[in-house]
Antibody, heavy 122, light 109 residues
Framework: QLQLQESGPGLVKPSETLSLTCTVSGGSISSSLYYWGWFRQPPGKGLEWIGT???????YYNPSLQSRVTISIDKSKNQFSLEVRSETAADTAVYFC??????????????WGQGTLVTVSS | DIVMMQSPATLSVSPGERAILSCRAS??????LAWYQQKPGHAPRLLIYDASTRATGIPVRFSGSGSGTEFTLTISSLQSEDFAVYYCHQYTIWPPRYTFGQGTKLEIK
């Protein structure tokens, strides 16, 4: 059964860089059928797409975050990762990794990790 | 970006009754619309994709309809476990510019 597990620090200081990793088990991150994404949800608020990566390394980012975000993939470890630079309190959120499924340029999220709360505070 | 607007923000319904949730897109998304259920402290769960296709394991009381800019999620007979927040999500554009509605909270009346 597919599992996605986020890992990383729960507390980040303002202006520092957040780094999170998503470990995929029960499936291969190298499959051509899927894309892999990061989303976040501030406390009590809705969902926001951060960015998406394909096994080939192609990346796609939310324009509002693109200047501060990098997503990478490590096929040998079946993991993909997120970096968000210059963190502020507005980046405090639950961060989710997820799998995109679909085809022909239309990919919905069919599976989510459990999420990890990241708090930005000194 | 395509803006997704959900209504109502909160819906109060009694168990056993039917709930109808709406989602409107600021421009056509075709049938590239998904619905998710989220309970407190949990990740979203895919209910419907391609506007009307139930995801694996989703009960038949959940149904989706619509295309273009107007979409509906119907829960035919509410069970206690259905009270949660529901989000719609468009995935029509490539390269992706994914957006979500702000959510509808379905609460017990």
């Amino acid at each position: 059964q597919l599992q996605l597990q986020e890992s990383g620090p729960g507390l980040v200081k303002p202006s520092e860089t957040l780094s999170l990793t998503c470990t995929v088990s029960g499936g291969s991150i190298s499959s051509s059928l899927y894309y892999w994404g990061w989303f976040r949800q501030p406390p009590g608020k809705g969902l926001e797409w951060i960015g998406t990566i394909y096994y080939s390394g192609s990346t796609y980012y939310n324009p509002s975050l693109q200047s501060r975000v990098t997503i990478s993939i490590d096929k040998s470890k079946n993991q993909f990762s997120l970096e968000v630079r210059s963190e502020t309190a507005a980046d405090t959120a639950v961060y989710f990794c997820a799998r995109h499924k679909g085809g022909s340029g239309h990919y919905y999220v069919d599976f989510w990790g459990q999420g990890t709360l990241v708090t930005v505070s000194s | 970006d395509i803006v997704m607007m959900q209504s109502p923000a909160t819906l109060s319904v009694s168990p056993g009754e039917r709930a109808i949730l709406s989602c409107r897109a600021s421009q056509s998304v075709g049938s590239n619309l998904a619905w998710y259920q989220q309970k407190p402290g949990h990740a979203p769960r895919l209910l419907i994709y391609d506007a009307s296709t139930r995801a694996t394991g989703i009960p038949v009381r959940f149904s989706g309809s619509g295309s273009g800019t107007e979409f509906t999620l119907t829960i035919s007979s509410l069970q206690s476990e259905d009270f949660a927040v529901y989000y719609c999500h468009q995935y029509t554009i490539w390269p992706p510019r994914y957006t979500f509605g702000q959510g509808t909270k379905l609460e017990i009346k």
